[in-house]
């Protein structure tokens, strides 16, 4: 699991991948990474309606697609954040997906 730095105005979650859906489809394994987004920036005093950037690697970009529907699913309806794409044929073989996001903190502030 990915860890969290933060400032007093800022969140960082970088490097966050699956751990209960590894070998699973896209769409599990964003799924789980995006419940897990939602809890750390929970703790962090901020929500996904304060992320600011998301990098986003997946193993191969043919899964875009279905990667794309769990985001859109999850991101609430006022639009997404600067958002970055790119494959990363390196990741193991059963790891579809990592997330590295960065949220600003305009709700309060937490610590984990």
Known sequence: MGQCR?????AYL???????????SVTAQTNEILERI???????????SEIILANIWLRDLASFE??????????PGSGTP?????????H????????????????GAGHI
Request: proline fraction near 5%.
């Open 6 to 10: 933060s400032d007093s105005a800022a």
């Open 14 to 24: 970088p490097g966050q991948v699956e751990n209960l859906t590894r070998g699973a």
């Open 38 to 48: 939602d809890d750390m920036l929970l703790r962090e005093g901020a929500d996904k």
């Open 66 to 75: 279905e990667m794309n529907r769990a985001w859109n699913a999850w991101m």
């Open 82 to 90: 600067r958002r970055a794409t790119f494959e990363d044929k390196n």
């Open 92 to 107: 193991p073989p059963m790891c579809a997906i990592r997330i590295d996001i960065a949220a600003s903190r305009k709700t």
